[in-house]
């Protein structure tokens, strides 16, 4: 095996036993939030959209970073180009979820579901988006310059991460906004 093939194993590797052991972390948060979900009808539908909107938003914006940097395009002193890709996450970290909870919404009452109030819906959803989508772009740009400090391939390196993460951070500002409606 090549020096180049053995590092990129090891890179890789590392950091998806990594993920798996966030990942745990995540479906035992997630299982922790049984009660709540219940308590707040159609609020389950919502939740599989948002996990996948996370590592959708934040693993483009990671996939961006490092790719700026490969082409030269991005540095860290800098900061017009990742202050701009920054604002374009946080903007979907608002209107995706917005939409997500009208779609909630919607499949819940042409199934003719149980399902909390629109708004519920709107402040949980969208509550949770932008606590996400902050946390997680903060993150992302750490991350991001870390590994490539580091001399380590940002592609490798942060979008496994920034999508287990995100899982993890999801279900928690779920968990967090999900109290505050009940």
Known sequence: MCVNARRLVYETLSILL???????????AL??????????????IMVP??????GDINGSFAARLGSGIHLGIIDFKHRDEIIENLKAALLMSVVAPAIIAIFTFCVCYLLALPSVELLKLLFIAVCTG??????????????TYGASRAGLDPDNITIPILSTLGDFVVILSLLLFTVVVA
């Open 31 to 44: 299982g922790e939030m049984e009660s709540f979900l219940e308590s707040l009808p159609g609020l389950i």
């Open 18 to 28: 990594l993920c798996g052991f966030i990942e745990i972390l995540a479906g035992t």
């Open 130 to 143: 932008l606590t996400s989508g902050i946390v997680l772009s903060i993150l992302s740009i750490l991350i």
């Open 49 to 54: 959209p948002m996990l996948d909107l996370r």
